[in-house]
């Protein structure tokens, strides 16, 4: 699927050079506004969804009507979306998805303060899901599964918003022994950054790839030598996504408490020292 990385000013109905549109409070809604603005923001999605793409597949293979369309998350998101870089004005209010909350988060109530981040997490997940669903519905139609579930390996098929924000983690422990390695990888939609000991992104990346020895009463079961080993595990960027998530976590400790102290970050953010191979990867 190809993306369209950079903002399509003539999808934009938005008055030129206007400031983005504010999202008013409905009670307790600062989470779902953050959220919101984040995802509207996001150039690839935002072509996206002003070009309709994934509505206009949800009515073609899923029903169709308006009362259909109208509980499918991803469509609500998208219409939200479009309005926001659509209209005139300088606020507007998110009732749609604000009374379709459940639809995104089963447990979320309204009027409550909610975590961000999770919020976040639900809705990418509501958005994946659907498309995985239109996808498979397809496939059957076809009379044969999807390509990507044959050419991955029986795994969910792509969808936008993996090409958008999936990546990819390789978890390697090396035995010091045998430098027998084990490989793990893992798909990822964000990563999740201790603040404790830092004070600029940078540092918490670092922090989050350095090197753990594992030995003493932690030693390694290695395969090759059949015993306890010291070994060396780390994390690596196996796949970059085309839009890096960071979730910055501010509570640490047994009470949660809130780590307050601003940090720093740079305009362009350079991975390749993160990464398991040596080729360069910004993100500005």
């Given at each position: 699927m190809a993306l369209q990385m950079s903002w399509q000013p003539s999808l934009q109905r938005r008055k030129s050079g206007a400031p983005p549109l504010g999202l008013r409070n409905l009670g307790n809604t600062c989470y779902l506004n953050s959220v919101l603005q984040c995802l509207t923001y996001t150039p690839p999605l935002a072509n996206f969804c002003l070009r309709a793409q994934h509505s206009r597949l949800c009515k073609k293979l899923d029903g169709g009507g308006e009362d259909k369309k109208r509980e499918c998350p991803f469509c609500i998101l998208e219409k939200r979306i479009a309005r926001s870089l659509s209209i005139d004005g300088p606020h507007d209010a998110p009732s749609k998805i604000e009374s379709c909350l459940r639809l995104f988060a089963e447990h979320f109530q309204w009027g409550r303060q909610e975590d961000a981040h999770e919020f976040l997490r639900y809705v990418i997940d509501a958005c994946h899901n659907t498309c995985v669903k239109l996808l498979k519905v397809a496939a059957t139609g076809n009379g044969g599964t999807s390509p990507d579930e044959d050419e991955r390996g029986g795994r969910e098929p792509s969808t936008v918003?993996?090409?958008?924000?999936?990546?990819?983690?390789?978890?390697?422990?090396?035995?010091?022994?045998?430098?027998?390695?084990?490989?793990?990888?893992?798909?990822?939609?964000?990563?999740?950054?201790?603040?404790?000991?830092?004070?600029?992104?940078?540092?918490?990346?670092?922090?989050?790839?350095?090197?753990?020895?594992?030995?003493?009463?932690?030693?390694?079961?290695?395969?090759?030598?059949?015993?306890?080993?010291?070994?060396?595990?780390?994390?690596?960027?196996?796949?970059?996504?085309?839009?890096?998530?960071?979730?910055?976590?501010?509570?640490?400790?047994?009470?949660?408490?809130?780590?307050?102290?601003?940090?720093?970050?740079?305009?362009?953010?350079?991975?390749?020292?993160?990464?398991?191979?040596?080729?360069?990867?910004?993100?500005?």
């Open positions: 918003v993996r090409e958008i924000f999936g990546g990819a983690l390789l978890s390697q422990v090396k035995c010091l022994s045998c430098s027998t390695e084990s490989n793990k990888t893992d798909e990822i939609m964000d990563i999740s950054l201790d603040l404790y000991q830092s004070n600029s992104l940078r540092d918490a990346l670092r922090c989050f790839f350095q090197p753990e020895i594992l030995d003493g009463s932690n030693k390694y079961s290695c395969s090759s030598c059949k015993k306890l080993s010291e070994a060396r595990k780390q994390m690596y960027i196996l796949q970059a996504p085309n839009v890096l998530v960071i979730q910055l976590k501010r509570f640490e400790g047994m009470y949660g408490s809130k780590i307050n102290k601003d940090v720093s970050f740079e305009e362009v953010l350079v991975l390749s020292n993160f990464m398991c191979k040596a080729s360069q990867v910004c993100f500005a």
